[in-house]
């Protein structure tokens, strides 16, 4: 079982940042992908982006620019950076991982964009 802890979400204003952060309860590098997700009121979960355990990253294109996926083996964590921040970014936004096609989600963290 894999427990991720996400944190990092809030209420910013429109242009602003935020950083999202997600602790995995184990070695991030045993775990075949990390990511993120987000789902917003009326729709249905969308990628956001995810990194494999060999440090491949894939990006729902629209958000390529603006959103930055990391991660820091030392602290088994993965990183969301969103920059430019508008308004139809606002959603919960969850960690998600990948073992042994058995998939993991954390419990969200919501991310409000609004002046």
């Known amino acids: 079982q894999v427990q991720l802890v996400e944190s990092g979400g809030g209420l910013v204003q429109p242009g602003g940042s935020l950083r999202l952060s997600c602790a995995a309860s184990?070695?991030?590098?045993?775990?075949?992908?990390m990511g993120w997700y987000r789902q917003s009121p009326g729709k249905e979960r969308e990628l956001v982006a995810t990194?494999?355990?060999?440090?491949?990253?894939n990006y729902t294109d629209y958000l390529k620019g603006r959103f930055t996926i990391s991660r820091d083996g030392d602290k088994n964590t993965v990183y969301l950076q969103m920059n430019s921040l508008k308004p139809e970014d606002t959603a919960v936004y969850y960690c998600y991982a990948r073992l042994n096609y058995v998939s993991y989600w954390g419990q969200g963290t919501q991310v409000t964009v609004s002046s």
């Open positions: 990194v494999t355990s060999d440090g491949l990253i």
């Open positions: 184990e070695s991030i590098f045993r775990l075949n992908a």
